[in-house]
Structures are given as C-alpha cells and as structure tokens.
C-alpha cells in the first residue's frame, strides 16, 4: 500500500490509479487536441505514448499527424510520402479515410500521417465555406471504429488548429516546466473559448499535462507549483519526467513503453492513459 504521506511532483498526495476495465465494444470516438503553440513542449512525444498505453489498455486509438512536419508520422514509423495524408483528405484528394489509415507496430494504435504538404492546407482552404469544419468532417467517417482519437497539433494558433479545436471534444494542454512555456498558456486558452463560442460549444479543456518536468531544478519545481495553483485540478496528477530516452525512442520510431519498458517515463504514461479514463475522458 502507498504510504499516504508520500505526493507528487504536483504536491497532492500519491494514489493509486486503477487499471481500466476491458471495453466490451469500441466506438465512437472522443476527439482530444494535443495542443500548445510553442513548440519543444512535447506535444508529438505524448500522443504517441498516450495513444500507445491507451491501446496497451485495450482502447483503438487513431492519432492524427496535425502538423506539416510530420514528426508523429515518423516517430511511429509510418510512411508520409507517396501515401494518402491528412492534407489529401482535407482537400477532397481522397474522400475515404480509411484509405489514408495505417497501422503501427502498436497493436489497437492506427495513424493517419502528415507531411510538408499540410503547410499549404491554409493558403487552399481560406476560400472554403466552412473552412474551420473541415477536418472534423473527415474525422467523423472514422469516429465509430475508435474510443479515442489523438490530433497533434502544429505549434501555432492559425487555422489547422482552429479546425483540430472544431473537431474535438476536449484539449490537453502539455506544458513544458518552464517559465516560457508557461507564458503562452493563457492565450490558448481564449483561443479554447473563441471556438466553444463561435464554432463547437462541445468543446472543452480536459487538463494540462506537466512534461520536461526536472525535480532537481528549483525553476522546474517553482513552475509546476505556480501551474497547480493557477489551473487547480485541471493539472493531471500525473507528470511526465525529462529523460534522454523520450528522444532516443523517436528516433527509433517506436513508444517509449516498446523501447524502452522499464523506464519511468513508460509508467508516467501508462499512468496518464489511466488517469484519462479514471476522470472520463476517455472511455
């Protein structure tokens, strides 16, 4: 049994989180926004964990590539090129989704990839009537083969994200424990309340997830509190250590929970997917 005087990196005291129970059908899907518009925050880095140790939890998880650079669709080893993408089903290229889907070594953890393409989505899409809709169009042809489907959104507020946040239910917010990333934090959240507004009033901030978090820096620490005390427990209880191997298991193409099982950025991440369904947002 945990000792209850022990806490997390967030103050609150540690708990068990219980393993989720097997799903007896799957569908429809809830839609989440991984999005921050700085970049280096680790955005790419969780959709790929989260999706895998949700789908390590019996959940089939969709993650789509959001962002031109593509670094989902290689950090999981599918192909981006000479394929259907992203930016081939928001134009009207391709009107399946299904073709543009590709499977990932992660068993339950499908992907729709991205590439530089994508950059011009905006320039061809601003004429378009009801442009911010597009993509949660396409979403919806595939929403009943999925529990969840992950968007990792490029490091900006402009249109793609707008039709990422149109498209979702909920957004996670990771947030690198430093000051700057801290800094940006207060304008997403109004772009979140333009689009519930104006667009998808469905839409809500499921949480903010702590990452790059350092315990041995009194920087790391002071901002994680000063996080805490301002978003309450909109913070998820789990935190997401800085480790070398996150990296080396994007360069690998591979979930950090295949590359490398016994790290401790692995459990943070089975621990956040259980987190997840613990607090509903994911079924």
């Known amino acids: 049994m945990t000792n209850a005087t022990e806490t997390t990196p967030t103050g609150r005291p540690e708990r068990l989180i219980p393993v989720p129970q097997e799903l007896e059908s799957h569908g429809p899907a809830r ?12 955005k ?33 080893g599918v192909a981006a090129h000479d394929v259907p993408t992203i930016y081939d089903l ?3 290229h391709e009107k399946d989704p299904r073709a543009a889907i590709q499977q990932t070594e992660t068993l339950g953890l499908d992907v ?5 393409d994508l950059s011009a989505a905006e320039v061809h899409l601003v004429s378009e009537v009801a442009r911010e809709q597009i993509l949660a169009g396409v979403l919806r042809k595939v929403a009943s083969d ?6 990792d959104c490029q490091p900006s507020l402009g249109l793609l994200t707008v039709n990422a946040l149109t498209a979702s239910h909920g957004v996670l917010i990771p947030l690198a424990c430093e000051y700057f990333a801290l800094r940006g934090v207060a304008l997403l959240i109004e772009t979140i309340e333009k689009v519930r507004d ?3 009033p469905m839409i809500d901030l499921d949480g903010i997830i702590a990452t790059m978090y350092d315990s041995r820096t009194l920087h790391a620490r002071e901002v994680l509190e000063r996080v805490v005390d301002t978003f309450g427990d909109k913070v998820f ?29 692995s459990e943070a991440y089975l621990k956040l997917a259980r987190e997840l369904v613990e607090r509903g947002l994911v079924a």
Not at 59 to 70: I, M, N, S
Not at 112 to 116: D, V
Not at 146 to 151: A, K, S, W
């Open 31 to 42: 839609t989440i926004a991984m999005c921050n518009q700085k970049g280096g925050v680790g």
């Open 44 to 76: 790419t880095t969780t959709t790929i964990n989260l999706g895998a140790a949700l789908a390590r939890y019996g959940r089939r998880v969709l993650a789509v590539d959001f962002d031109p650079q593509g670094a989902l669709s290689a950090g999981l």
């Open 90 to 92: 928001m134009l009207g």
């Open 112 to 116: 729709i990839p991205a590439n530089i």
């Open 146 to 151: 999925y529990d969840v489907i992950l968007i």
């Open 198 to 200: 104006r667009l998808n």
């Open 237 to 265: 209880d789990t935190v997401i250590g800085r480790t070398v191997k996150l990296p080396d298991a994007s360069v690998a193409a591979k979930p950090i929970l295949d590359y490398a099982p016994a790290n401790p950025a």
